[in-house]
């Protein structure tokens, strides 16, 4: 089932998501649903306050960006491979000389701009059936990781910019939670009137 995307402004994106107990009714029905949720929006990955879930749960797929020819053949492979379920996760390493790429996000469609981060994550986490996994990330899939996981600490990539560039940017977002936007997928907006 597709659900609504919350879009910017909702309170629920700003939440420090909670852990998950195992007995977490209904979880595999939760997964589903959201890689379903994703894949409609052609995301790379997606977290559960974004489908209004307070839970440190999020799921991601980078490889459509294995696709760029422009990358490196180690890179494109380790893109591909990296489609996983991350259930009550924490970076406890994160290193190397920041870099910037141009992020974009599901509950903040037609923004799109530079963010740096750093190029290498240690992560820790449960998969699915909540055995326990340290990795290592780098480049562009530690990018696709650092930003759900940023999701489930209440955190946006907006938040990253400039305080010229959020100034700047104050009138879309303002926008995008009144629902004054064209997008191809469900989304739920806080500051939409209702009944028009
Ligand atoms: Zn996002």
């Known amino acids: 089932m597709i659900l609504p995307i919350v879009a910017y402004g909702d309170p629920v994106l700003r939440k420090k998501c909670k852990e998950i107990p195992e007995d977490y009714p209904k979880l595999d029905e939760l997964i589903e649903n959201m890689w379903e949720t994703m894949y409609n929006a052609f995301g790379v990955g997606l977290a559960a306050p974004q489908i209004g879930r307070p839970i440190r749960l999020f799921l991601v797929d980078s490889s459509p960006f294995a696709e760029d020819e422009e990358l490196q053949l180690q890179e494109r492979e380790e893109l591909k491979k990296l489609k996983r379920v991350f259930i009550n996760p924490t970076i406890v390493e994160e290193e190397g000389d920041e870099w910037a790429f141009n992020e974009g996000c599901l509950s903040i469609p037609e923004i799109r701009e530079d963010v740096f981060r750093k190029p290498k994550i240690v992560i820790e986490y449960q998969d699915e059936n909540f055995k326990e996994h340290r990795e290592t990330f780098t480049g562009l899939a530690a990018r696709v990781i650092q930003h759900e996981y940023d ?36 989304m ?9």
């Not at 739920?188 to 028009?196: D, H, I, Q, V």
């Open 151 to 186: 999701h489930i600490e209440g955190i946006l990539f907006t938040d990253k910019l400039s305080s010229l560039k959020k100034r700047l940017l104050k009138g879309k977002l303002a926008s995008i939670s009144k629902g004054k936007i064209k997008i191809e997928y469900k």
């Open 188 to 196: 739920r907006f806080p500051e939409m009137k209702k009944g028009r």
